[in-house]
Every structure is written in C-alpha cells, then in structure tokens.
C-alpha cells in the first residue's frame, strides 16, 4: 500500500507560493506548529482542514491523493489498493476519533473527492469546522451524531444528509461503536 505523503505535498505547494510556515498559519488560521506537523506527517489533518488548504493553495483536495500523473476516464480503486489517513487531529492538537481513507487517488480533474470515514471512538471535543463547496454524508454502518451550525442531527444506518460545507459542522459517533460513512466532498 503507497503513502499519500500528504504534508510533503502541502510543503511543496508552500515553498512554490514562497511562504512561510507563519504566512500559511496566518491566512488559513492555524498555528504555525499544526502545520508544520501536517508538513511532517506527524499528524492528518481532517477533511475541513485539508479542504481549506487546498482552497488556499488553488489546488482540489484530491492532488493531495494523487499518486500517478497518468490521465485516465475513469479509476477503479481496489479495496486492497486504499491507504488510510490516521492520527486525524484538531487545531488544537486533541485526537478527532476518526481516520479516513480516499476513495479516488489517481483521477485527476475530479469535481468531488469521496471518503470512506471510520468514528473509532467517541470524543468530547465538538469543535467544527467549515470550507466551501458541499457535502454528502451517507451512514453505512453504527449511528452519528452531525452538529450543523446550532442544530444535532442524528444518523443512523442507511441515513444520509447532503449540506452546503459552509455551514459549522462536525460528525461524531453516537455510541461506543465503530460508524462507517462515506463522505463526498464537492467543491
């Protein structure tokens, strides 16, 4: 199974725009020491965070995914082929409960990036976070919890929800169970 190498390529997308950790830090509105973490691959950020760097940057969330430059139609991604992004972590340095996986890492060009989303533990932290684009969420198995602006939603198995990504949101696990849900990200 490849790395995503994903702090590598945000790295490199900083030192190409001639800036430094401070000046990302500053326009995205993270510390400086989150990103130089993400840089390191000490940490991953989530989807929102990294939705919010590839913003910044001008780039899709999915070149972060990219592993060949090869064009092609479509991609058929093997079960045995996806790479998972662990240690998810907030602004603040606290753990998110969740690690994800993409989906697509060789289609290029895409106008929506899909994620298969595991909440592996339940978490006290509700900060949430926002990007542009939209969201569709579909619960595969387990039941959540999705905070949006001031409003609790809960989804259980088979539910979905589809929502403008401006919007403050945050999913989170209801119960001690493990929650699968694809998530599709669209710009």
Known sequence: MSEYNIGAKIKELRRAHKMTLQDVANEIGFSTALISQIENNNVSPP????????????????????????????????????????????????????????????KQNKKMDPFLLTLNQKVTNTDTYSHNGEEFLFVISGSAELLLDDESVVL????????????????????????????????
């Open 47 to 106: 989807i929102a965070t990294l939705s919010k760097i590839a913003h910044f940057f001008g780039v899709k969330i999915g070149h972060f995914f990219i592993e060949n430059e090869e064009e092609c139609p479509y991609e058929v991604l093997r079960g045995s082929e996806r790479t998972i992004v662990p240690r998810v972590v907030s602004k603040d340095g606290t753990n998110h409960g969740y690690f994800y996986e993409s989906l697509s890492v060789r």
């Open 156 to 187: 259980h198995s088979g539910d979905c929800v589809y929502f403008d990504a401006n919007l403050k949101h945050r999913l989170t696990s209801l119960g001690n169970d493990e929650v699968k849900v694809m998530v599709v990200v669209m710009r």
